[in-house]
């Protein structure tokens, strides 16, 4: 312990995570993400391009839209320019283009809005700074609203809620109806509607997948654990992000939920056609997209005939499994209603470990000194458990049980302040990367600092976006692209299966086996 | 010819804010929410709902969280606003009647709340100023709307300091408006100035950013309860897609 005292860092050694940059303006006004082509476009139920009155089309849409959304519209008159919102966003925070203050972005839209909806607007727009919807603005309204994850930091800060994830879908809805949709949104969604899920993984190669994780499973433990693909009569059907099936570290999370299952002797299955948790018709706003996403999972569930749902490690996923699932495709009333529809895999693996029916050895995870970010959408828009605040607490729990060097970045960058990994909300595409790396640095940087103080050498998450988001940038700011973990990959690393064979069988040594030693310390300042 | 102006002046622009409220918060009222957007960690039941909304509404709960310095100058103009009108009761109330008793233990509360008021929205009109975000997202009306505030708290506070107003004139002179009995107004400066910039703030209220006063109520991240599993949540146009 001495040693953490001499070593301890002064505070020059921390940056700032949250620091406020200097105002650079338009810094970001080129970033232009590919737009949709026709084809992506016409499988949504959009124009192909840009139609001929856009003008009218849009304000019409934006007309509709404050008809429909009471939060579109009173955000639009509410917000008296207080600048609570300004410093909140890890855009702003990373680039430093004051069109990235929630405020502004949501002016542009508002600004349009005064224009033709308000009668100050009408009369005096110079006054209130109302403008016209031009080219221009068009424009400004594409780059700027694809540089918003929805993550809802500013929302919580906000001293009316304003939520300009709420404003972003609006504008990204409007642009759709005209024909200017975004690339990889609306490829995605088609993929959804064609193929089941958002990689567009054909079933085959889906089933092939599996056996092979299942081979893996059995090679690593001597146990045969099963992960079931369409299986009628199933109990449970696991609903989860298609980039558990292809991307690390989120494969290692998916082998953590079948040994849980399997620990359980749960009986339980995957299905083809629901093969992706996440809903990427929340990104553009739109409610019929988003619906019809969710039906699969309905249909799969009536289909396979299973008595409970539940989804994997997906941040924006669990928002609309969670908060909109039941608005969107339920009565769920053929389910068991002894258990809330749906549940999120965390909830499912801590109740096991509540009632003791799991059994850890944490020294496997001795190797990692682990910190957690809180995926935005899971912590500003969802629960998990029967408290609130425990979509913050469950995830940890499940950590802290099953690793024993746990520590939190600092309190102002997590659980409800979390500061958004900078690929959220579809902006998770290459065109998009320099906007990544530096939304990201918000947290990179809190990470750096408990590096600094505690030894930390990973992340876990429980969010496909975040993942890989985090393995992407990560080597920027001097971490391995691995240094991103799943949360079910420490409980697939702790758990003890009845049966299995000891993971350290293959090893000589295995009686004088020790846990490996921390790594050590990084040198002051080394990561900054 | 002076009191025909004000006293048109003040019906109008007691019905525009009256009536223009009125239809704004029924509009508010009648559109959807079509989804439950609560920004969590959000109450479980409608009782915290209410408590949450307490919070935000008479703490402002997260604008503490988010700038120390706003808030230190939003509650002081609001606190201090609070408390000028409810002192302003005794002008347009019976205080010697039971019900309005109260009106007179805030009297002197309310004095010094006109200076609490004006140094909040001081502060808010320096930060708005020399701060860059802040400037950066600020229109012609968001500085106009500090100084009209600012000029009516002035104004009205030189009728106490520094040349006093026929108050018993003015009291009448309102007290003839509400039972259509109209009683001549002083014609001095200050009391000019300040019904006019009184008047003009009522009638602009429902067609500008002061709408976040009745907008907070409605607005779904802070309203709505933390219940989507439990119960099902649809609105009407929504549901026609279901058919």
């Known amino acids: 312990m001495s040693e953490q005292v001499t070593n301890a860092p002064t505070v020059e050694d921390y940056l700032n995570p949250l620091a406020r940059p200097e105002l650079q303006p338009d810094s970001m006004k080129e970033l232009h993400s590919f737009e949709a082509s026709p084809e992506h476009q016409d499988k949504l139920g959009f124009p192909g391009e840009l139609v001929d009155n856009w003008h009218d089309v849009a304000i019409d849409k934006m007309g509709d839209l404050l008809t429909k959304y009471r939060g579109f519209r009173v955000y639009m008159d509410s917000c008296v320019k207080c600048g609570a919102c300004t410093d909140k966003c890890h855009y702003f ?34 006054l209130v700074g109302a403008r016209d919807l031009t080219e221009d603005v068009l424009d400004e309204w594409y780059n700027y609203f694809h540089q918003c994850s929805q993550c809802r930091r500013c929302s919580v800060y906000c001293p009316y809620g304003i939520d300009t994830a709420e404003v972003s879908m609006a504008a990204r809805e409007i642009m759709d109806t005209i024909g200017k949709g975004q690339k990889y949104c609306n490829e995605i969604i088609g993929k959804v509607f064609d193929v089941g899920n958002n990689l567009g ?60 299952f399997h620990a359980a002797g749960a009986n339980w299955t995957l299905s083809s056609t629901a093969s992706e948790a996440a809903n990427f018709g929340m990104f553009i706003g739109s409610y019929e997209n988003m619906r019809k996403v969710s039906m699969r999972i309905r249909e799969a569930a009536l289909e396979l005939g299973v008595k409970r749902i539940i989804f994997g490690e997906c941040g924006h996923a669990w928002r609309v499994a969670y908060a909109f699932l039941n608005t969107l495709a339920g009565p769920f009333d053929f389910l068991d209603p002894r258990y809330p529809v749906p549940q999120h895999i965390c909830e499912y693996t801590w109740d096991l470990i509540e009632k003791g029916e799991l059994k850890f050895d ?27 605040g ?47 790396v530096k939304g990201s640095s918000p947290r990179m940087t809190a990470l750096q600092n408990v590096q600094k103080e505690h030894g930390v050498t990973h992340m876990a998450a429980i969010c496909a ?44 040594d295995d009686d004088d086996w020790v846990p490996p030693t921390p790594p050590p310390r990084p040198p002051r300042g080394s990561a900054a | 010819m002076l009191t025909t102006i004000y006293a048109i002046l003040f019906y109008v622009a007691t019905l525009t804010f009256v009536g223009g409220l009125a239809l704004r918060i029924k509009q508010y009222w009648s559109i959807p929410a079509p989804l439950k957007i609560a920004t969590t960690p959000a109450p479980t039941t409608t009782r915290g709902v209410w408590f949450r909304m307490f919070k935000e509404v008479a703490l402002f709960e997260s604008l503490f969280k988010s700038n120390k310095w706003i808030w230190v100058f939003g509650m002081l103009f609001h606190a201090g606003l609070a408390l000028v009108v409810l002192r302003h009761f005794r002008y347009f109330t019976d205080t010697t009647s039971l019900i309005w008793v109260w009106v007179n233990w805030i009297q002197p509360f309310g004095l010094y709340a006109g200076f609490a008021m004006l140094a909040g929205l001081g502060g808010l009109l320096v930060r708005r100023i020399v701060v860059p975000r802040i400037r950066y997202i600020s229109s012609p009306s968001d500085y106009l709307m500090l100084i009209m505030l600012m000029a009516i708290g002035a104004s009205g506070m030189m009728m106490k300091y520094v040349a006093h107003t026929d108050i018993v004139a003015v009291k009448q002179f309102f007290r003839g408006l509400m039972f259509f009995d109209w009683q001549p107004l002083p014609a001095d400066g200050p009391l000019l100035v300040h019904l006019s910039l009184v008047a003009l703030l009522m009638i602009i209220f429902p067609f500008s950013k002061l709408l976040h006063a009745p907008g907070v109520f409605f607005s779904p991240s802070r309203n709505m309860v933390d219940n989507p599993r439990e119960q099902r949540h649809i609105a009407p146009w929504a549901a026609e897609l279901e058919k």
């Open chain 1, 93 to 126: 925070m990373g680039t430093g283009d004051p069109k990235n203050m929630p405020v502004a972005r949501q002016d542009l839209l508002r600004s349009v809005y005064r224009r033709y909806f308000t009668t100050g607007g009408k009369y005096f727009p110079k």
């Open chain 1, 201 to 260: 993984f054909p079933t085959p190669a889906l089933e092939a997948t599996l056996e092979s994780f299942e081979e893996d499973l059995e090679d690593e433990t001597g146990l045969e654990i099963k992960m079931p693909l369409d299986k009628k009569g199933a109990d449970i059907l696991l609903v989860t992000p298609s980039a558990d099936f292809v991307a690390e570290p989120h494969i290692d999370g998916l082998m953590g939920y079948a040994k849980v």
């Open chain 1, 362 to 388: 944490k020294s496997r995870n001795d190797k990692y000194r682990l910190t957690y970010h809180d995926s935005c959408n899971v912590a500003r828009a969802t629960r998990m458990g029967d408290t609130s």
């Open chain 1, 390 to 436: 425990g979509q913050f607490e469950i995830p940890r729990n499940i950590l802290k049980a099953t690793c024993n060097h746990f520590y939190d970045m600092a309190e102002d960058t997590i659980k409800e302040a979390t500061v958004c990994c900078g690929g959220g909300g579809g902006l998770l595409t290459d065109d998009l990367m320099d906007l990544r």
């Open chain 1, 465 to 508: 976006i975040c993942k890989s988001q985090f393995a992407k940038v990560m080597p920027k700011f001097g971490f391995e692209m691995d240094n991103i973990l799943s949360v079910h990959q420490m409980v697939s690393n702790a758990i003890l299966l009845e049966g299995a064979k000891d993971p350290d069988d293959d090893d000589d």
